[in-house]
């Protein structure tokens, strides 16, 4: 049981490229976020999805897109990277329930220079 | 503006005593609250859960205490082990509406048990 799998674990982009961070679950959930945490600022959640072909803005989403055609992936993407992107990023999910405890990823460290 | 605080950046307690992690919200609109722990390299886990509308809940070792007037919380873990030492996240959940909902974290405080 893999539960939510991110790609890469790290990755170092100079500023102005784009990639993508891939995420993955095969709970058959529905919901599924994107945060990063920060030194000193917590988890902040950046964009979620409560279905497939849904899709809302977090606390922190600008310089990031994301997509979400299946219910088992959910990408993020960043179209230009900036040094103020430099974090960790962690993919959760959980079940329709309001009140189900969200599972995360293993996070990948992204370093922007 | 920072809607879950956690003060206390960190904590040291020995192996053995209470630990007592405290969290602060400032939305009465928050209608439940969730621990989250974090180990160095991986993803936070969930640990346990309250409802707004009771203020105590109980799972082995951890308790969590709601007090909604004070709009405060906090986990107490007794007997604190070794094992415990990671950063705890407290988050709170509210309904905004339809499908609509956002877990919203604090920032953490890094519990140290010592042997």
């Known amino acids: 049981n893999a539960g939510v799998t991110q790609t890469p674990k790290f990755q170092v982009l100079k500023t102005g490229q784009s990639m993508t961070l891939q995420c993955a679950q095969d709970m058959n959930h529905e919901y599924m976020s994107w945060y990063r945490q920060d030194p000193g600022m917590g988890l902040r959640l950046i964009h979620y999805s409560v279905g497939a072909g849904i899709t809302d803005q977090g606390e922190v989403p600008n310089g990031y897109n994301v997509s979400r055609s299946t219910t088992e992936d959910f990408p993020l993407r960043l179209l230009s990277a900036a040094p103020s992107q430099t974090s960790v990023y962690f993919c959760a999910s959980k079940q329709g329930l309001y009140n189900s405890p969200l599972h995360f990823g293993n996070g990948t460290r992204l370093t922007v220079t | 503006d920072q809607q879950v605080k956690q003060n206390s950046p960190s904590l040291s307690v020995q192996e053995g005593r209470i630990s007592i992690l405290n969290c602060d919200y400032t939305n009465s609109m928050f209608d439940y609250f969730l621990w989250y722990k974090k180990y160095p390299a991986e993803g936070p886990t969930f640990l346990i859960s309250?409802?707004?509308?009771?203020d105590k809940n109980e799972d082995g070792r951890f308790t969590v205490f709601l007090n909604k007037s004070a709009k405060h919380l906090s986990l107490h873990i007794v007997p604190s082990q070794p094992g415990d030492s990671a950063v705890y996240f407290c988050a709170a959940l509210m309904d905004y509406g339809g499908a609509t909902n956002k877990l919203i974290f604090g920032t953490g405080t890094l519990l140290a048990v010592q042997p």
């Open positions: 309250i409802s707004s509308i009771k």
